[in-house]
């Protein structure tokens, strides 16, 4: 059982605010579509309906009980127990999409659901450094939040916001960010 206090919302995220999130995936390429925080996969399931293969998507969630949840909903996605801080050593466990050489592919895409502003600052900042060095430098990513103003977290990392916009049909009303390396 997950306690209410360890995740960042009180209700999973509406379809709405999933297929925003989604709408901003290119589902094309041989790139990783990485999702942080997958919690009962409201975002999963509308990438694997925006087109992204199941094979390229990589899913990971912190709490052992939703990884747990996640593996039995979605044939054919990795999914990995672990914390977003570590995903330098995450690409290399043998469940990340490789190569024909056994490589890691590359993280084209981050979806994130991380509560990065309830996460204490000194995590926050691993976050946010591993998040940076293991997206692509074409990359994007895709990050919501219910601070309706201000700036995004990964603005401090180095990314650039290159869309932001309003998500009303979620409780509470949410905010996503679209950043690229600056």
């Given at each position: 059982?997950?306690?209410?206090?360890?995740?960042?919302?009180?209700?999973?995220?509406?379809r709405?605010l999933?297929?925003?999130?989604?709408?901003?995936?290119?589902?094309?390429?041989?790139?990783?579509?990485?999702?942080?925080?997958?919690?009962?996969?409201?975002?999963?399931?509308?990438?694997?309906?925006?087109?992204?293969?199941?094979?390229?998507?990589?899913?990971?969630?912190?709490?052992?009980?939703?990884?747990?949840?996640?593996?039995?909903?979605?044939?054919?996605?990795?999914?990995?127990?672990?914390?977003?801080?570590?995903?330098?050593?995450?690409?290399?466990?043998?469940?990340?999409p490789?190569?024909?050489?056994?490589?890691?592919?590359?993280?084209?895409?981050?979806?994130?659901?991380?509560?990065?502003?309830s996460?204490?600052?000194?995590?926050r900042?691993?976050?946010?450094?591993?998040?940076?060095q293991a997206?692509?430098?074409?990359?994007?990513?895709?990050?919501?939040?219910?601070?309706?103003?201000?700036?995004?977290?990964?603005?401090?990392?180095?990314?650039?916001?290159?869309?932001?916009?309003?998500?009303?049909?979620?409780?509470?009303?949410?905010?996503?960010?679209?950043l690229?390396?600056?």
């Open positions: 059982m997950v306690r209410p206090g360890a995740v960042g919302a009180v209700c999973a995220s509406s709405y999933a297929a925003r999130m989604a709408a901003h995936v290119e589902q094309d390429g041989p790139a990783v579509v990485l999702e942080l925080g997958g919690g009962t996969g409201a975002i999963t399931a509308a990438l694997l309906a925006r087109g992204v293969p199941p094979g390229r998507l990589v899913v990971v969630e912190h709490a052992a009980p939703l990884a747990r949840h996640l593996r039995q909903r979605f044939a054919g996605v990795h999914v990995i127990h672990g914390d977003a801080a570590d995903l330098a050593q995450l690409r290399q466990r043998p469940g990340w490789a190569d024909g050489q056994g490589q890691p592919l590359p993280v084209g895409h981050i979806v994130s659901s991380l509560p990065l502003l996460i204490p600052p000194t995590a900042g691993r976050i946010l450094a591993a998040g940076r997206l692509a430098p074409d990359g994007r990513l895709v990050q919501f939040t219910y601070a309706l103003r201000g700036p995004s977290p990964w603005q401090q990392a180095g990314l650039a916001v290159q869309v932001r916009e309003r998500v009303l049909r979620n409780l509470p009303p949410a905010r996503v960010d679209v690229r390396h600056g």
